[in-house]
């Protein structure tokens, strides 16, 4: 029978004996005055797991219990530790994690002062397995089991529902009495689940730096492919918990999801989300720093695991992220490549047509793109000058300037005459040719020309049009005239 003390610590652990032992080693060698058992809790283990535990029992003050729980999931591991569970506080540590020496007391002593506190979380820290990458900043620590938030304690609540993670949490055992336990229906994040109840039913936690431990991070978590799974199935299990539609706009949560509209089965305001996510992830990457481009693509992929897990858009239970992207016959870069691509165009047309000017690079009427809204208009246009005279006839024909008409032609001149120089000598120079080459196939009846000039022509423009052949202004680009 178990003896009733002050901290009971709750480990669920499957097929990692090693990491095991250095995890009970450090919480044996803790320094506190308190009553302490910990709780060990096998969940299906085929590897020497119950040998380590029992290696530890008997050769400690401490006492160290075994529990066999065959049922897969964190989830009735820790709930099989909390039953079992003596002591007026549970606290939660996992397999890989390695606790300071004053981690025991710290937490006994802050919920001894504070009363009106039900739980208290700490900063979990790296253990590198290998140097992590230079993109792999604090922006990238979720996927890590890592977090610290800075050097001073506050509280969480309702209010502010920051979520603690279960390797380095605890609660007052009345906690588990009053919402239940972890839920097995969440495979992953449910230490985010079981807090979403906690703050709804008005608990109030404490973080505090001073609990602090350390948690292995293998290298496989140090690749970028680990981190874009990870997002996905943490956006999948958001939705499961209804994150977002319970989350008001100052980040404090509902009592209960808001009724949205849905379009295409999921809540407007994601795909509201989703496109400026995928136009800020297009943004960075031209950028040289990957981390802020990696960011960008992690939070594209949370919100595609959240919209994907919707019941009206996966339809069936069985469906999931992947089946759903598979289902498009597309790789998933593809697919957010043409979306972007899709909305990009979408959404600059829209531009174009509420401020009524064309002027970005996929504009469907490039002809426009110089025209601006004042009553000044400039443009570029070629003339011939008749051999053997000073007369110009404007060169207007179409055979003259295909695939352009003369709005495009101009458009095209006047970004050649800044960028391209040598392409608006060729360009002039095949007017002329076509010009001749026509002429002289009997196909125009015009002179013949000494030369092609392009000029660039400036009206004021008259509300009828009057001066539309009398410009207020002219002036010589260039001059084309064959040897």
Known sequence: MTQPCDVSVVISTRNRAELLARCLRSLLESRTTVALEIIVVDNGSTDGTR?????FQGNS?????????????VSHGRNAGIARAAGRIIAFTDDDIVVSRGWVE?????LEQRRDIDCIGGPVLPLWSDP???????????PLSVTDHGSRPFEIGSNHPLCLLTSNVAFRRGVFDRIGGFSPEFPRAQDHELQMRFWLSGGRALYSPGVVVHTAVPAERLRVGYHRQWHTRNGRMCARMKLRERTGPDGSLRPSPKGERLVCGAPAFLWRELSGALFAWGRSIPGRDRGRRLEAEMRVRH???????????????????????????????????ATL?????VGGSAVDVVRDREHWPFSQYP?????????DHRTLRLHGVVRNSAREVPLTDFAYVEPFDQCRLSTALSRMRVDRPADLAAAVEDVYARYERRRKAGDHDGPPLQAVRLY??????????????????RALVYEHRPN
């Open 61 to 73: 003050a401490i006492p160290v219990h075994y529990i066999w729980e065959p049922r897969q999931g």
């Open 367 to 375: 002809m426009f793109s110089n025209i601006d809204h004042s009553h």
């Open 106 to 110: 710290e937490i006994h002593q802050l």
């Open 456 to 473: 660039r022509l400036q009206w004021t423009l008259q509300p009828d049009a009057g001066n539309a052949m009398e410009p207020d202004a």
């Open 132 to 142: 992590p990458p230079h993109w792999l900043d604090s922006r990238h620590w979720s």
């Open 303 to 337: 919100l595609l695991g959240y919209i994907l897990e919707q019941p009206h858009v996966r339809r069936s239970d069985g469906m999931t992220t992947a089946r759903a992207i598979a289902g498009t016959g597309m790789s998933p870069r593809r697919l957010v490549l």
């Open 341 to 345: 691509l899709t909305l990009g165009i």
């Open 51 to 55: 040998g380590v535990i029992e290696s």
